[in-house]
Structure formats: C-alpha cells, structure tokens
Nanobody, 126 residues
Framework: QVQLVESGGGLVQAGGSLRLSCANS????????TGWFRQAPGKEREFVAA????????VYADSVKGRFTISRDNAKNTVYLQMNSLKPEDTAVYYC???????????????????WGQGTQVTVSS
C-alpha cells in the first residue's frame, strides 16, 4: 500500500519560494512514478510536474516550467517540489500522487494515478 503525505505548504509573498514534500509512509515507491497536481477554488485539478521512479525524464506543465523543480530521494521515500518565483496564480491546494504502468501514458491525467495524498495549501500573496 502506498500512503502519501504532503507537507511544506504555507503563505508566501509573490516572488518567494516554497519546497513541498511528499512522503510515502507505506510501502516503497518501487516503480511508481510520482506527480504533483494542484487545484484552485472553482477550478479543475491540473497537472504540475511528474518524475519517474528512476528520477530522470521529468515533465512539467508549461505554466511552471523554469520555476518549479521536481526531484526524489528514494532512500527517504520522498518526492519534492521546489517552487521558486511564485505568483498569485500558483495559489492552490497541491497534491502528490503515485502512478503505476508506463511512465508517459496519461502522465498529465489525474485519472491515471492510483494513490493520492491529502493535499497541502499554498497561498501566494501579491
């Protein structure tokens, strides 16, 4: 069983940085890819970034490319999302999720992910 717990959210001013963590308190991530998604009030959940279990070939949404970096430490069973140059439009609840199967198949589709954390709030003030 994969059990994901996010942390690191909070309130930050525009231009600031936050680092989110996604810890797997259940079994090892094994060959699961991990993605970050976000959902703002009244909007659909949207893809942010993903990383395969091996740690290479990361994928980003255009809206965060160059500002966010996803990484993982398999020894710590944790995936990170470093968020720099934050903007008010980045305000949302951020979720991490784990996905089995072929890495690129449905990588941006939340329906393709098998396990989800409870989410952590990120608020960026202008």
């Amino acid at each position: 069983q994969v059990q994901l717990v996010e942390s690191g959210g909070g309130l930050v001013q525009a231009g600031g940085s936050l680092r989110l963590s996604c810890a797997n308190s259940g079994r090892t991530f094994g060959t699961y890819a991990t993605g970050w998604f976000r959902q703002a009030p009244g909007k659909e959940r949207e893809f942010v970034a993903a990383i395969p279990w091996s740690g290479g070939n990361t994928v980003y949404a255009d809206s965060v490319k160059g500002r966010f970096t996803i990484s993982r430490d398999n020894a710590k069973n944790t995936v990170y999302l470093q968020m720099n140059s934050l903007k008010p439009e980045d305000t949302a609840v951020y979720y991490c999720a784990a996905k089995s199967g072929l890495y690129y198949r449905g990588i941006r589709d939340p329906m393709r992910y098998d396990y989800w954390g409870q989410g952590t709030q990120v608020t960026v003030s202008s």
